[in-house]
């Protein structure tokens, strides 16, 4: 199973710019899909951005359209989340996650058997 790390969470203010980071290892295989969740306090997981491995294809939630963007350097086996103008109702943790191949229904959770442990990202207004 491939190991993931999210990092570059925090505190900000609305209206502010953060970037995520999802570091994997032990891939075995070349072709997946890597994609955002997060959860706010009291809520469901939801869905936020995902991208297959060759950049064919990506997804966004309707929340964050046009907002934030998913990005990947397949050197650094790294997946970033640019997210700009930031509200408050951004709070939550924001989780990554990966499976194997291109995956259709980018987001639907069961798509994904790895997941990291997840990153705080705080939005003040």
């Known amino acids: 199973q491939v190991q993931l790390v999210e990092s570059g969470g925090g505190l900000v203010q609305a209206g502010d710019s953060l970037r995520l980071s999802c570091i994997a290892s032990?891939?075995?295989?070349?072709?997946?899909?890597t994609a955002w969740f997060r959860q706010a306090p009291g809520k469901e997981r939801e869905f936020v951005a995902a991208?297959?491995?060759?950049?064919?294809?990506?997804r966004y939630g309707d929340s964050v359209k046009g907002r934030f963007t998913i990005s990947k350097d397949n050197a650094k086996n790294t997946v970033f989340l640019e997210m700009n103008r930031l509200e408050p109702e951004d709070t939550a943790v924001y989780y990554c996650?990966?499976?194997?191949?291109?995956?259709?229904?980018?987001?639907?959770?069961?798509?994904?058997?790895?997941w990291g442990q997840g990153t705080q990202v705080t939005v003040s207004s």
């Open positions: 991208m297959s491995s060759n950049g064919a294809s990506t």
């Open positions: 032990g891939r075995t295989y070349s072709a997946y899909t």
């Open positions: 996650a990966e499976g194997a191949g291109y995956l259709a229904f980018k987001h639907l959770q069961n798509r994904y058997n790895s």
